[in-house]
């Protein structure tokens, strides 16, 4: 398992190798997108942080805090090693897919995907009535499984 620093600094070096920036809610959702992928595809977890039904979509909090000052401005500064951790072939798959599917889209459009209908964000902020609680992995995993699964046929 990976932090969701060293996660989110590979999606920023992927970016950087690509002349794209991006913002901290496009690193919030793209690290849980691939923590997702990973759960159902490998059955094993992504990132040893725990994400929570936030306003805009899922949030790894230490992840915000360290991310916020920047505010909605694009991340300058590395935040993470993802040199050395992802010599794993498992979290390299599951993060260079989410980053081939979703790097050219806003944050806007990720944190809308992430509001879908039974999303696992969706399940814990609007139907459990427990707005900013922690998004249970295995919900994130029986979603995903179903997401893979699609993308498979």
Same mark, same amino acid.
């Given at each position: =398992?990976?932090?969701?620093?060293? #996660?989110?600094? /590979?999606?920023?070096?992927?970016?950087?190798?690509?002349?794209?920036? $991006?913002?901290? =809610?496009?690193?919030?959702?793209? #690290?849980?997108? /691939?923590?997702g992928v990973h759960l159902a595809a490998f059955d094993d977890y $992504?990132?040893?942080?725990t994400p929570f039904a936030w306003n805009f979509g899922p949030v790894?909090?230490?992840?915000?805090?360290?991310?916020?000052?920047s505010g909605k401005n694009p991340i300058s500064a590395?935040?993470?090693?993802?040199?050395?951790?992802?010599?794993?072939?498992q979290a390299k798959v599951a993060i260079d897919l989410v980053w081939k599917n979703f790097k050219d889209m806003s944050a806007a459009?990720?944190?809308?995907?992430?509001h879908a209908k039974?999303?696992?964000?969706?399940?814990?902020?609007?139907?459990?009535e427990a707005r900013f609680s922690e998004i249970p992995d295995d919900l994130t995993k029986k979603y995903y499984k179903t997401l893979?699964?699609?993308?498979d046929d």
């Open positions: =398992m990976h932090t969701s620093f060293d #996660v989110a600094q /590979a999606f920023l070096d992927l970016a950087g190798r690509e002349d794209k920036t $991006l913002t901290n =809610m496009q690193l919030q959702k793209l #690290v849980y997108f /691939a923590h $992504l990132v040893i942080d790894f909090k230490r992840l915000y805090e360290k991310l916020q000052p590395a935040i993470g090693n993802s040199s050395v951790v992802f010599s794993d072939s459009k990720l944190s809308a995907i992430s039974d999303s696992p964000w969706d399940t814990v902020f609007n139907k459990r893979v699964t699609k993308s």
